[in-house]
C-alpha cells in the first residue's frame, strides 16, 4: 500500500479526519506497518 493510500484510508476514520493533512501523512510514513493473516 502507498503512502497516499494510507493517507486516503486513515482519512475515512472520523478521529483522523480532522488532522491537518501534512500530519495525516506524517503520522502514516511513521507509523508501524503490521499484517494479519
Not at 12 to 20: A, D, E, L, P, Y
Amino acid at each position: 500500500m502507498s503512502l497516499e493510500q494510507e493517507v486516503e484510508l486513515i482519512r475515512q476514520v472520523q478521529i483522523f479526519s480532522k488532522i491537518q493533512p501534512a500530519m495525516q501523512k506524517l503520522l502514516c510514513f511513521s507509523a508501524e506497518r503490521l499484517k494479519y493473516d
